[in-house]
């Protein structure tokens, strides 16, 4: 071997150690744009997005450094989405995240290119968000809170609760795809269980005093809101009028027991929004959308507040309070 054919091998093993650690500095220096769809303000999302970032940095993303995350809050109006979704395309995101049917749709009508990762979708197969969990196809994937007879559990947890229980509330909004479907299961597990259902249309803010003015008339027993932003970012609202009128519910998000609220059932809305943060790693390194299945909710949480149960004169069974995740006292 010459000088001149021992110098080109040093050359080409420079080439190959130094080549790796290019590409990482490289890949370290891009900043990533990130679209954060909210459905209602940044204030009272906190608790969804502050996981979302923890999941980020958990993962090597740090806000500035190597991502930026783009908000826009719809404010609990579902008509401003098309305009906040096409903000955020017009800002060249690379993927967008958004919780919900509502948002999801949106999205999915505004663009077939930008990677959307989804939060907390009801039945993203039968709104025809995605073809399929296992393989989703398109530009969309994340989680679903799909559960089997999810409000007939919600609705056995008033009856074991209230005995004596017979006719229940059921506020949804016709705006969510989803809710179509989950008011059918909400009407069987009701008859099953010998409830009569006062149905409650609500697809705009406007519209919720007409539905406590029927609550107020047809003097049901309990009250059980589905799974909506819109009621999510009103829950205060929602929660003063159960207060006032002594009225028990069960609801989708632990946020209205938080504010009130007797008792909650459901996925973790705030672990499902980490977990969002893996999906977006994926999708920045390059794995399509549509390779990654869409992940059911491994855990639920049951919230119970004790205070609002003494104030509804309600004794909580042990057998309900044994299977709670956190008592608020």
Request: hydrophobic content about 50%; proline content about 5%.
């Given at each position: 071997m010459n000088i001149r054919e021992a110098g080109l091998i040093v050359t080409l093993s420079l080439c190959i150690l130094v080549a790796p650690l290019l590409t990482h500095a490289q890949q370290k220096g891009k900043m990533y744009r990130i679209g954060f769809l909210g459905n209602s303000t940044a204030a009272l999302e906190a608790n969804l997005v502050g996981p979302f970032r923890e999941g980020l940095r958990d993962l090597g993303y740090e806000e500035g450094?190597?991502?930026?995350?783009?908000?826009?809050?719809?404010?609990?109006?579902y008509e401003r989405l098309p305009t906040l979704i096409a903000e955020l395309i017009a800002r060249k995101v690379d993927?967008?995240?958004?919780?919900?049917?509502?948002?999801?749709?949106?999205?999915?009508?505004?663009?077939?290119?930008?990677?959307?990762?989804?939060?907390?979708?009801?039945?993203p197969v039968g709104t025809g968000i995605v073809a399929s969990l296992n393989r989703p196809g398109g530009n969309i994937t994340?989680?679903?809170?799909?559960s089997p007879e999810l409000e007939g559990k919600r609705l056995e947890l008033l009856r074991e609760v209230i005995p004596k229980l017979s006719?229940?509330?059921?506020?949804?909004?016709?705006?969510?795809?989803y809710h179509v479907i989950e008011m059918k299961e909400a009407q069987s597990a009701a008859s099953t269980l010998r409830m009569r259902v006062l149905s409650l249309a609500?697809?705009?803010p406007e519209e919720l005093d007409g539905a406590f003015a029927a609550i107020d008339r047809e003097r049901v027993g309990a009250l059980l809101v589905l799974a909506d932003r819109m009621?999510?970012?009103?829950?205060?609202?929602?929660?003063?009028?159960?207060?006032?009128?002594?009225?028990?519910?069960?609801?989708?998000?632990?946020?209205?027991?938080?504010?009130?609220?007797?008792?909650?059932?459901?996925p973790s809305y705030a672990g499902m929004h980490r977990r969002a943060a893996t999906y977006v790693d994926k999708i920045l390194k390059g794995i399509s959308p549509a390779d990654l299945p869409v992940e059911r909710p491994a855990t639920f949480e049951l919230?119970?507040?004790?205070?609002?149960?003494?104030?509804?004169?309600?004794?909580?069974?042990?057998?309900?309070?044994?299977?709670?995740t956190e008592v608020i006292q």
């Open positions: 450094q190597n991502v930026v995350i783009e908000y826009r809050w719809a404010e609990g109006k993927v967008i995240v958004t919780a919900g049917t509502p948002g999801t749709q949106a999205v999915k009508k505004a663009t077939t290119s930008v990677p959307l990762v989804m939060v907390a979708v009801g039945d994340g989680l679903t809170s799909i006719h229940v509330a059921i506020l949804w909004n016709p705006v969510n795809a609500v697809g705009t009621f999510l970012h009103h829950r205060t609202r929602i929660m003063n009028f159960a207060a006032q009128h002594r009225l028990p519910g069960v609801y989708a998000y632990r946020e209205l027991v938080e504010a009130g609220g007797l008792m909650s059932f459901g919230v119970i507040n004790l205070k609002a149960a003494k104030a509804l004169g309600l004794m909580i069974p042990p057998s309900v309070l044994s299977r709670a």
